[in-house]
Structure formats: C-alpha cells, structure tokens
Antibody, heavy 120, light 110 residues
Framework: QVQLVESGGGVVQPGRSLRLSCAGA????????MHWVRQAPGKGLDWVAV????????YYGDSVKGRFTISRDNSENRVYLEMNSLRAEDTAVYYC?????????????WGQGTLVTVSS | QSVLTQPPSVSAAPGQKVTISCSGS????????VSWYQQLPGTAPKLLIY???KRPSGIPDRFSGSRSGTSGTLGITGLHTGDEADYYC???????????FGEGTKLTVL
C-alpha cells in the first residue's frame, strides 16, 4: 500500500530556513505529481505547492511563492520542501500528498505530517 | 478567505442525510474536477471523492459527490457519530494556477 513519511520538522527561528523531506513507497513514485499541504493549529487546509511527476512543472501558493521551493529525487523516491525566510505564520503541520495525476490532481494519499514551529 | 466557499458547519441526526456545498467560479470548479476530503480529529485528511463524483477504493457508497455549474456538493447518507469530522473541497484554479481548498465544514452528528 502507499506510504508517505514526512521528516525534517522542528522549531526554527523567524528568518531561518528548514528543509522538509517526504519518502514515498508502495507506488511508482516517478509517475505521479506530489503536493505539499499545511495546516496551522486549529485552522483549515492550506495548499503550499505541487511538483509534476518529472519535476518539470512546479506551482506555489501565494503565501509561500518566492520563499519555498519544491523539488524531487525520483531515484530516491523523495520530494522536498525547502523553506526560507520563515515567518511565524508558517507554523503548521506540513503534509505531503500523492497526486492522482501527473501534476495537479486530487491528493489521494497523505502522510502523517510533520510539525514546523517558527518561534524565537 | 478562500476562493471556494463552504458552510462553516452542518449537523444532522444519526441515520439521516446531509449535504455540504462548495461554491466557486468558472476558473476553478466550473472547469476543473472537484475533490472532497475528510479529516477526523487529530488525523491526516483522507480523499473521499475525486473527479466530482468518483469514490476511491474502500470509500463506502454512503458518500457521494456531484457538480453543477460552479458548485460542488458532497452528500453523506446513513450518518453515524464516526462521520463527525471536518470536510474540505478542493480543485485547481486555472486562472491563479494554484490548487485551492475550501475553508472546511464541521459536521456534527447530533
């Protein structure tokens, strides 16, 4: 079965950087787009970014554009989220999710999430 | 404020039916597939409906989806307390080139 495991969360000071990783298993990783979605404490889902199956297309939410970068390594079955210039409002649980399609499509499998806390 | 509008909360009695609406525009729901997600307390979201009305394997037929114009609807029949959760709609917005989620609807089974 599909498994997605996020890692790399933690406490970071405002203005600093953090890199999240998501390992995929149980499916042909290189055939599907991958999303990052976040959820601030007590709030709704906030889409962050998506990357196409081959990494050639990347799209970002307005609140992270220019600060976050999504990438993938299909040889390692991993997707990454590089987060720079972090702000308090970036505090959230970050989920990676598999797309049903090559790029943007419904997220049909989700990881358990990793918590990022931006605080001094 | 999201480009997709959902009611903040809905409620119904056990065994009854409930519908949750998701209102958008021609740049999102009007021209792209709608999906629906269930998030039980303390857990990751789970896909319930994709491509407007299709159910992934393992999702019971008590859950249904539809789309009409620029709105999508999630229906749940035979409610039980285990259905108490937050429900989100989602779709691609072709004008903004972003994925969008609704703000979520909290379902209470009284």
């Amino acid at each position: 079965q599909v498994q997605l495991v996020e890692s790399g969360g933690g406490v970071v000071q405002p203005g600093r950087s953090l890199r999240l990783s998501c390992a995929g298993a149980g499916f042909t990783f290189s055939s599907y787009g991958m999303h990052w979605v976040r959820q601030a404490p007590g709030k709704g889902l906030d889409w962050v970014a998506v990357i196409s199956y081959d990494g050639s297309y990347r799209y970002y939410g307005d609140s992270v554009k220019g600060r976050f970068t999504i990438s993938r390594d299909n040889s390692e079955n991993r997707v990454y989220l590089e987060m720079n210039s972090l702000r308090a409002e970036d505090t959230a649980v970050y989920y990676c999710a598999k797309s049903r399609g090559l790029v943007m499509a419904a997220a049909d499998n989700w990881g358990q999430g990793t918590l990022v806390t931006v605080s001094s | 404020q999201s480009v997709l509008t959902q009611p903040p909360s809905v409620s119904a009695a056990p065994g009854q039916k409930v519908t949750i609406s998701c209102s958008g525009s021609s740049s999102n729901i009007g021209n792209n597939y709608v999906s629906w997600y269930q998030q039980l307390p303390g857990t990751a979201p789970k896909l319930l409906i994709y491509d407007n009305n299709k159910r992934p394997s393992g999702i019971p037929d008590r859950f249904s989806g539809s789309r009409s114009g620029t709105s999508g609807t999630l229906g749940i029949t035979g409610l039980h307390t285990g259905d108490e959760a937050d429900y989100y709609c989602g779709t691609w917005d072709s004008s903004l080139n972003i994925w969008v989620f609704g703000e979520g609807t909290k379902l209470t089974v009284l």
